[in-house]
């Protein structure tokens, strides 16, 4: 999953600025800005391709009879299955997405704050991933 290694590679570039403050992304340099927008791209993205391919694929490999179901009650359904922690844990990973849609120009702080949450939020896109590649003996790297 390449959406995957550029997160990560974006995420390490960032790690040594972190948290990220309103001061902070006003002192961020063109790399700086570069690998952030790079992280906001690549999780975005990686989010998108779990919710509207990924997830459907395993619902369908499972035969489970999902596929003209909402949205939620495939979510549910995975989240009973074990491969999502929680149907609510999934929604804010989304939240977040919708978040940096958004430039916020006139609240440094409040883009700072979104930023930090998505920077800790990888973490559960990457538990996902190695929930669905041990259960299905995928390398989804």
């Not at 974006?10 to 063109?30: G, K, M, N, Y």
């Not at 999902?66 to 804010?92: H, V």
């Amino acid at each position: 999953m390449r959406h995957r290694h550029h997160m990560r590679h974006a995420l390490a570039s960032i790690a040594p600025r972190r948290p990220l403050s309103a001061a902070t992304l006003a002192d961020l340099d063109d790399d700086a800005v570069q690998d952030i927008d790079q992280f906001v791209l690549r999780f975005g993205k990686l989010q998108d391709v779990l919710g509207t391919r990924l997830f459907p694929a395993l619902l369908d490999v499972l035969q489970e009879p999902y596929e003209d179901r909402p949205m939620l009650d495939k979510l549910n359904r995975l989240e009973k299955l074990g491969l999502l922690e929680s149907t609510e844990s999934w929604e804010k990973l989304r939240a977040l997405r919708n978040h940096f849609a958004h430039e916020y120009p006139d609240e440094p702080a409040l883009r700072a704050a979104y930023l930090n949450q998505g920077f800790d939020a990888a973490a559960s896109i990457e538990t996902i991933l190695q929930r669905i590649g041990q259960r299905f003996g995928l390398g989804l790297e």
